[in-house]
């Protein structure tokens, strides 16, 4: 019997990949998995009103369906920004409405569950946490899809098993994340393991998305690493995207501007079409209830970005 058995594509009677259905009637339903590519974006720290709903708007005005953005944040150093917490969460309530996009937040501790979940359509395990087996069980529990983010040093038969974890606990809304692992190399933040995405494809029928943002840590290579996990078959990417990378209290380095994710997204589009997949559209979302807005940052930058 495999290791992972309701995370295995063996286990699943037809061997097909699983979709993972995300957000609710109030601002539509997403289908994560085969066949599509679902693009989340947003910046890594909410740190205000004003930037995460510029953001919010920006991102879905060039082709983002979900809104990525962390209240409560896992940093290496305790004095590092660490997010605005139940603020955050209140900031991101109100991008959700007021952009449509459905939100993905981090949850670091299973005490915050309840308050995270009052906003968040979806769940995200951070790298650091792929193994607090209390978290994923607890997170088994309760009826929201988990983004499960792959651990900085976990071989990808330890991230099978955190999926099972979760699964195992219930919930078998999961989908997974490879972020870059920590190898020799100084030249990157992390190296982005490509292989992980055919290997996963082979492995499990969970959705596998790609976070190139985090294995970059700079932006000028999140492009070509967001076209090559397409090519690869990701079923989406989770990108980091800020108004003024500059001012970014965490991982500025390594966001985009809205212009340069309006590029990315241009790029994946015909790579996506190559591999036969659907590009995942705003509007099978609900429009926010300030949509207009977003029609602004797209008419400013089209005519700035190269073709
Ligand atoms: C993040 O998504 O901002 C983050 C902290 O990522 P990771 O857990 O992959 O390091
Ligand atoms: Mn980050």
Redesign the pocket.
């Known amino acids: 019997m495999s290791e992972y058995p309701l995370a295995a594509l063996a286990s699943s009677p037809t061997r097909i990949p699983s979709h993972v259905p995300v957000g609710n009637d109030l601002n539509g339903r997403l289908q994560i998995g085969e066949g599509t590519v679902t693009v989340m974006a947003g910046p ?2 909410v740190e205000g009103r004003d930037m995460l709903l510029e953001t919010a708007h920006a991102v879905r005005a060039s082709g983002a369906v979900m809104l ?1 953005g ?1 209240a409560f ?3 290496s150093s305790p004095y590092a920004f660490r997010g605005l917490g139940q603020e955050g969460l209140d900031l991101l309530a109100e991008a959700r409405a007021s952009s449509g996009l459905p939100i993905v937040t ?1 949850v670091v501790d299973a005490r915050q569950l309840e308050s995270v979940m009052a906003v968040a359509d979806m769940l ?6 792929m193994q607090n087996f209390a978290l994923l069980a607890a997170l088994g529990e309760v009826d929201r899809p988990v983004l499960l ?2 651990g ?1 040093s976990a071989t990808l038969k330890e991230l099978l098993l955190a999926a099972e974890y979760i699964m195992a606990h219930g919930n078998a809304r999961v989908v997974l ?1 490879e ?2 692992i920590r190898t020799f190399e100084t030249a990157t933040r992390n190296t982005l393991d490509l292989s992980a995405i055919p290997v996963l494809k082979l492995e499990t029928h969970l959705p596998v998305i790609v ?1 190139p ?2 294995a970059a840590g700079r932006a000028d290579i999140i492009a070509p690493l967001a076209v090559a996990a397409i090519a690869a078959g990701a079923d989406g990417l ?1 990108v ?1 995207v800020h108004p003024d990378p500059a001012t970014a209290l ?2 500025g380095p390594q966001s985009l501007t809205p212009l340069q994710f309006e590029a990315l997204m241009t790029a994946i589009a015909p790579i996506a079409a190559l591999t036969g997949r659907t590009l995942t559209r705003p509007e099978c979302l609900r429009a926010g209830s300030h949509s207009r807005q977003a029609a602004a940052p797209r008419q400013a930058s089209s005519t700035a970005v190269p073709a």
């Open positions: 890594c720290s990525r962390g944040k896992p940093r981090e995200q395990v951070g790298a650091r946490n983010k792959r900085l994340c972020r870059g976070d943002s985090h989770l980091e965490s991982d």
